[in-house]
Structure formats: C-alpha cells, structure tokens
C-alpha cells in the first residue's frame, strides 16, 4: 500500500504543481489556449485556485515525507477531490463540456484518499 501511495499521491503531486504554478504566474492570455473557462473567472480567482492547487500538491507529499500529521495526506487528497468536483461543475455550466481529465483526476484522488487511509 506504501508504494501505490506514492506512485498515486506522486503523480497527483506532479500534475496539481505544474497546474497550479501555471494559473499563477501565467496570464489569461497564455492560459486561454489550455483551459477555455478562464474569461469566466476574476483574475485574482484564478491565481487563489493555482494556490489551493499547490498546497493540495505539497499536502499529499510532505505530511507523509516527514511524518508529521500524516493524516494531512488525507485532508489534501480529499480537498483535491472536492475541488475537481467544483471544476467539472464550471465546466458543465460553460460551453466547455470536456470532462473526462477532471473525472480522471477526481477518482484518482480519490484513490489517493482510500490509500492515504490505509497506511
């Protein structure tokens, strides 16, 4: 269970960073051509989202890397899906009907969840 965690809580980690440092420091310009639903969104909206998608990253890895509150793991795993659950609902109420990565990613955290749970 240790090593699924890992591959499962690493590449969620991989993914939530490099998503979340490009809402960041990106602008809506260069974002529109990846994620069609960012005219909808205020600006300081987005950069807050790239935020909460870093520190879901970093919350999967460093509680269980140091051992300190390990079931922070579990807290970030099930923020990660809530907040896919919140992005598939943007999608849906847009013009932008594609959902399959969010779905992926959220039953993916969800794994994520149920790994973090049995360690």
Same mark, same amino acid.
């Given at each position: 269970?240790?090593?699924a965690?890992? !591959? ?13 440092t490009?809402?960041? !420091? ?30 879901? +990253?970093?919350?999967? !890895?460093?509680p ?19 907040l896919?659950?919140?992005? !598939? +609902? ?9 959902v ?5 990613l ?9 790994l973090?749970?049995?360690?």
């Open positions: 269970m240790n090593i965690y890992w !591959i499962v809580a690493g590449l969620l980690a991989l993914f939530y960073f490099y998503a979340g490009l809402k960041v !420091i990106r602008s809506r310009d260069q974002l529109r051509p990846m994620m069609a639903w960012v005219d909808r969104m205020p600006l300081p909206a987005l950069r807050a989202l790239g935020a909460v998608e870093i520190l879901g +990253a970093t919350g999967l !890895i460093l269980r890397l140091t051992g300190t509150a390990p079931w922070l793991a579990s807290a970030a795993a099930i923020g990660l899906v809530l896919q659950t919140g992005a !598939i +609902a943007v999608h849906l109420t847009g013009e932008d009907r594609r399959t990565l969010n779905v992926g959220t039953a993916t955290a969800a794994v994520a969840v149920w973090a749970t049995q360690l």
